[in-house]
Protein backbone atom coordinates (compact mmCIF):
# COMPACT_ATOMS: atom_id res chain seq x y z
CA UNK A 1 0.00 0.00 0.00
CA UNK A 2 1.00 3.73 -0.72
CA UNK A 3 3.05 5.26 2.27
CA UNK A 4 3.58 8.64 3.33
CA UNK A 5 6.94 9.71 5.19
CA UNK A 6 7.43 12.52 7.73
CA UNK A 7 10.28 13.34 10.05
CA UNK A 8 8.96 12.63 13.38
CA UNK A 9 9.65 16.39 14.73
CA UNK A 10 11.46 19.59 13.99
CA UNK A 11 11.61 22.72 16.37
CA UNK A 12 11.92 25.99 14.94
CA UNK A 13 12.76 29.68 16.71
CA UNK A 14 9.99 32.58 16.79
CA UNK A 15 9.85 34.41 13.68
CA UNK A 16 11.93 31.83 11.53
CA UNK A 17 10.96 29.87 9.06
CA UNK A 18 9.80 25.38 9.16
CA UNK A 19 9.58 22.81 6.17
CA UNK A 20 8.19 20.05 6.90
CA UNK A 21 8.90 17.34 4.51
CA UNK A 22 6.57 14.56 3.31
CA UNK A 23 8.09 12.07 0.65
CA UNK A 24 6.10 9.05 -1.00
CA UNK A 25 6.76 7.22 -4.53
CA UNK A 26 6.18 9.89 -7.29
CA UNK A 27 4.22 11.70 -4.84
CA UNK A 28 4.96 14.70 -7.11
CA UNK A 29 1.60 13.40 -9.48
CA UNK A 30 -0.18 13.19 -7.10
CA UNK A 31 -2.38 16.06 -5.18
CA UNK A 32 -1.24 16.97 -1.11
CA UNK A 33 -3.35 18.31 1.24
CA UNK A 34 -1.49 19.45 4.77
CA UNK A 35 -3.86 19.25 8.43
CA UNK A 36 -2.75 21.00 11.92
CA UNK A 37 -3.87 19.38 14.73
CA UNK A 38 -3.18 21.08 18.31
CA UNK A 39 -3.59 18.79 20.95
CA UNK A 40 -6.94 17.82 22.20
CA UNK A 41 -8.48 19.61 19.10
CA UNK A 42 -9.65 18.48 15.59
CA UNK A 43 -7.79 18.64 12.41
CA UNK A 44 -7.88 21.05 10.26
CA UNK A 45 -7.07 21.95 6.97
CA UNK A 46 -4.19 24.24 6.34
CA UNK A 47 -3.26 23.27 2.37
CA UNK A 48 -4.74 21.39 -0.44
CA UNK A 49 -4.11 20.81 -3.91
CA UNK A 50 -0.49 21.04 -3.37
CA UNK A 51 -0.55 24.69 -2.60
CA UNK A 52 -4.11 26.04 -1.96
CA UNK A 53 -5.08 27.90 1.36
CA UNK A 54 -8.28 27.70 2.38
CA UNK A 55 -10.22 30.45 3.25
CA UNK A 56 -8.79 32.01 6.87
CA UNK A 57 -5.47 30.36 6.87
CA UNK A 58 -3.08 32.62 7.16
CA UNK A 59 -0.80 33.89 4.37
CA UNK A 60 2.49 32.12 6.43
CA UNK A 61 1.17 28.73 5.05
CA UNK A 62 2.05 27.73 1.60
CA UNK A 63 2.84 24.10 -0.02
CA UNK A 64 4.89 22.52 -2.86
CA UNK A 65 5.06 19.51 -4.16
CA UNK A 66 7.71 17.74 -6.74
CA UNK A 67 9.22 14.52 -7.47
CA UNK A 68 9.14 12.11 -4.75
CA UNK A 69 8.68 14.93 -1.97
CA UNK A 70 5.77 17.87 -1.10
CA UNK A 71 7.19 20.30 1.90
CA UNK A 72 4.64 22.51 4.20
CA UNK A 73 6.28 25.73 4.54
CA UNK A 74 5.58 27.97 7.81
CA UNK A 75 7.59 31.61 7.08
CA UNK A 76 7.17 33.42 10.39
CA UNK A 77 6.44 30.54 12.65
CA UNK A 78 4.59 31.79 15.46
CA UNK A 79 3.56 30.21 19.39
CA UNK A 80 0.43 29.45 17.83
CA UNK A 81 1.48 27.23 15.13
CA UNK A 82 3.16 24.50 17.55
CA UNK A 83 1.26 21.45 16.50
CA UNK A 84 1.10 18.43 14.97
CA UNK A 85 1.21 18.12 10.76
CA UNK A 86 0.09 15.67 8.58
CA UNK A 87 0.20 15.45 5.10
CA UNK A 88 -2.14 13.63 3.08
CA UNK A 89 -3.01 12.64 -0.61
CA UNK A 90 -5.46 9.79 -2.24
CA UNK A 91 -4.16 6.90 -3.81
CA UNK A 92 -5.85 5.96 -6.80
CA UNK A 93 -3.73 2.30 -7.27
CA UNK A 94 -5.13 1.29 -3.76
CA UNK A 95 -8.62 3.29 -3.87
CA UNK A 96 -7.16 4.83 0.07
CA UNK A 97 -6.96 8.09 1.28
CA UNK A 98 -3.59 8.13 3.05
CA UNK A 99 -1.97 10.08 5.59
CA UNK A 100 1.48 10.84 6.73
CA UNK A 101 3.10 9.77 9.72
CA UNK A 102 2.69 13.10 10.97
CA UNK A 103 5.68 15.82 12.58
CA UNK A 104 5.76 17.43 15.68
CA UNK A 105 6.12 21.01 15.49
CA UNK A 106 7.87 22.63 18.36
CA UNK A 107 8.42 26.68 18.45
CA UNK A 108 10.73 27.52 21.11
CA UNK B 1 -21.64 27.46 9.80
CA UNK B 2 -21.01 24.15 8.87
CA UNK B 3 -20.61 21.53 11.57
CA UNK B 4 -20.44 18.05 11.77
CA UNK B 5 -21.35 16.44 15.47
CA UNK B 6 -20.16 12.65 16.74
CA UNK B 7 -21.90 10.44 19.34
CA UNK B 8 -21.94 7.22 19.81
CA UNK B 9 -18.59 5.97 20.95
CA UNK B 10 -18.26 4.19 24.31
CA UNK B 11 -16.42 1.15 25.41
CA UNK B 12 -17.06 -2.57 24.76
CA UNK B 13 -15.47 -5.86 24.62
CA UNK B 14 -13.92 -7.51 21.56
CA UNK B 15 -16.09 -8.87 19.03
CA UNK B 16 -19.00 -7.11 20.02
CA UNK B 17 -20.64 -3.63 17.65
CA UNK B 18 -21.44 -0.18 18.10
CA UNK B 19 -22.50 2.35 15.92
CA UNK B 20 -21.40 5.75 15.68
CA UNK B 21 -23.45 8.32 14.28
CA UNK B 22 -22.64 12.23 12.99
CA UNK B 23 -24.95 15.02 12.71
CA UNK B 24 -24.22 17.28 9.99
CA UNK B 25 -25.85 21.35 9.80
CA UNK B 26 -24.74 24.30 8.17
CA UNK B 27 -24.47 22.80 4.40
CA UNK B 28 -26.19 20.85 2.48
CA UNK B 29 -25.96 17.46 3.52
CA UNK B 30 -26.98 15.53 0.02
CA UNK B 31 -24.22 16.93 -1.71
CA UNK B 32 -21.44 15.62 -0.40
CA UNK B 33 -19.33 12.93 0.36
CA UNK B 34 -18.26 12.29 3.67
CA UNK B 35 -15.36 10.17 5.33
CA UNK B 36 -14.70 8.42 9.02
CA UNK B 37 -11.31 9.14 9.96
CA UNK B 38 -9.59 7.27 13.17
CA UNK B 39 -6.99 8.34 15.59
CA UNK B 40 -5.55 5.62 18.41
CA UNK B 41 -4.56 7.21 21.49
CA UNK B 42 -0.79 9.15 21.03
CA UNK B 43 -0.88 7.93 17.15
CA UNK B 44 -1.44 9.75 14.01
CA UNK B 45 -4.66 9.65 11.60
CA UNK B 46 -5.90 6.99 9.87
CA UNK B 47 -8.49 7.21 7.06
CA UNK B 48 -11.16 4.55 7.63
CA UNK B 49 -14.20 4.80 4.86
CA UNK B 50 -15.66 7.63 2.38
CA UNK B 51 -18.74 7.44 1.09
CA UNK B 52 -19.07 9.35 -2.40
CA UNK B 53 -22.19 12.05 -2.05
CA UNK B 54 -24.48 9.95 -4.89
CA UNK B 55 -23.68 6.81 -2.45
CA UNK B 56 -22.81 5.13 -5.41
CA UNK B 57 -19.28 4.63 -3.98
CA UNK B 58 -18.31 3.38 -0.47
CA UNK B 59 -14.44 2.58 0.25
CA UNK B 60 -12.58 1.42 3.40
CA UNK B 61 -9.52 0.96 4.51
CA UNK B 62 -8.22 -2.71 4.24
CA UNK B 63 -8.30 -3.41 8.03
CA UNK B 64 -11.91 -2.59 8.95
CA UNK B 65 -13.06 -4.10 4.80
CA UNK B 66 -16.15 -6.96 5.40
CA UNK B 67 -16.46 -5.32 9.27
CA UNK B 68 -17.72 -1.55 9.07
CA UNK B 69 -20.18 -0.22 6.95
CA UNK B 70 -20.68 3.43 6.10
CA UNK B 71 -24.11 4.99 5.64
CA UNK B 72 -26.17 7.85 5.97
CA UNK B 73 -29.86 9.56 6.50
CA UNK B 74 -30.42 12.25 4.26
CA UNK B 75 -33.50 13.07 6.23
CA UNK B 76 -31.73 13.56 9.39
CA UNK B 77 -28.36 14.69 7.79
CA UNK B 78 -26.73 11.94 9.71
CA UNK B 79 -23.64 9.84 8.62
CA UNK B 80 -23.67 6.45 10.43
CA UNK B 81 -20.43 3.95 10.87
CA UNK B 82 -21.75 0.46 12.00
CA UNK B 83 -18.50 -1.37 13.59
CA UNK B 84 -18.89 -5.13 14.29
CA UNK B 85 -16.55 -7.51 15.36
CA UNK B 86 -14.78 -5.15 17.31
CA UNK B 87 -10.82 -5.40 17.85
CA UNK B 88 -8.40 -3.67 20.31
CA UNK B 89 -6.81 -1.99 17.45
CA UNK B 90 -9.72 -0.22 16.80
CA UNK B 91 -9.87 2.03 19.86
CA UNK B 92 -9.34 5.30 19.10
CA UNK B 93 -11.07 9.10 18.59
CA UNK B 94 -13.03 8.20 15.48
CA UNK B 95 -13.81 11.69 13.50
CA UNK B 96 -16.31 12.25 10.40
CA UNK B 97 -15.02 14.47 7.91
CA UNK B 98 -16.68 16.40 4.85
CA UNK B 99 -15.21 16.10 1.55
CA UNK B 100 -14.17 18.82 0.02
CA UNK B 101 -15.44 17.88 -3.15
CA UNK B 102 -13.15 17.05 -6.55
CA UNK B 103 -10.12 17.88 -4.55
CA UNK B 104 -9.34 14.68 -2.53
CA UNK B 105 -9.44 15.85 0.96
CA UNK B 106 -11.44 16.76 3.62
CA UNK B 107 -12.45 20.47 4.46
CA UNK B 108 -14.74 20.06 7.81
CA UNK B 109 -14.35 18.07 10.59
CA UNK B 110 -16.12 16.92 13.60
CA UNK B 111 -15.17 17.37 17.29
CA UNK B 112 -14.65 13.35 17.31
CA UNK B 113 -16.43 10.42 19.61
CA UNK B 114 -14.00 7.73 21.19
CA UNK B 115 -14.43 3.72 20.61
CA UNK B 116 -12.33 1.88 23.42
CA UNK B 117 -12.27 -1.99 22.75
CA UNK B 118 -10.99 -3.66 25.94
CA UNK B 119 -12.08 -6.49 27.91
Known sequence: ?108 | QVQLVESGGGVVQPGTSLRLSCVASGFTFSYYGMHWVRQAPGKGLEWVAVMSYDESDKLYTDSVKGRFTISRDISEKTLYLQMNSLRAEDTGVYYCAKDYSDNYVMDVWGQGTTVTVSS
Open chain 1, 1 to 108: SYALTQPPSMSVSPGQTASITCSGDNLGNKYISWFQQKPGQSPVLVIYRNAKRPSGIPERFSGSNSGNTATLTISGTQAMDEADYYCQTWDSSSANYVFGTGTKVTVL
